[in-house]
């Protein structure tokens, strides 16, 4: 219970490399999948952590094993968020950029599709800034999956 059964290293090797490809999976999975959790969103957040949680470990039970382990994905977030808010390039390749998906009224559908954003889900949008769709001026997909949209000015 005391005593990890691998080495100390290699708890935080593992932690580090289970973060870095999560990380990634994460990212790749788009930004709806960040934004906006459905119940099924949250149900593959519940079975990602569980198929990892023996990676994570190595399958050491122990107590210092598991703080080890926790503490080490804690640094490598707070890392990951000090290098993202000092770079640039690192806040993009892991926040994202924000998405046009709309102008003037019309909607671009191929970036819609690319970035899986419903017709549906903007105009739930649109209706939240209650905005008809004739009068939006732009509506863009920010990087944390939530959709902005933004009225013509009245003249």
């Not at 005593?3 to 709806?32: C, F, H, N, Q, T």
Request: proline residues 5%.
């Amino acid at each position: 219970m005391w005593m990890p059964d691998l080495p100390w290293w290699e708890l935080i090797l593992l932690a580090v490399v289970v973060y870095l490809v999560l990380l990634a999976m994460v990212r790749l999975s788009g930004k709806r999948t960040v934004g906006q959790f459905t119940p099924f969103d949250l149900l593959v957040v519940v079975l990602l952590s569980e198929a990892v949680s023996n990676s994570l470990s190595g399958s050491d039970d122990s107590l210092v094993g598991g703080l080890l382990v926790a503490g080490t994905l804690v640094l490598l977030n707070a890392a990951v968020g000090l290098l993202a808010s000092r770079s640039p390039k690192i806040e993009k390749l892991v926040e994202g950029e924000p998405v046009i998906v709309g102008r003037n009224g019309h909607l671009f559908e191929r970036t819609m599709a690319r970035h899986r954003l419903s017709r549906a889900e903007l105009e739930e949008s649109l209706r939240r800034a209650d905005c008809p769709l004739r009068d939006m001026s732009l509506a863009v997909l920010e990087a944390n999956g939530e959709i902005s949209i933004m009225k013509h000015m009245p003249q």
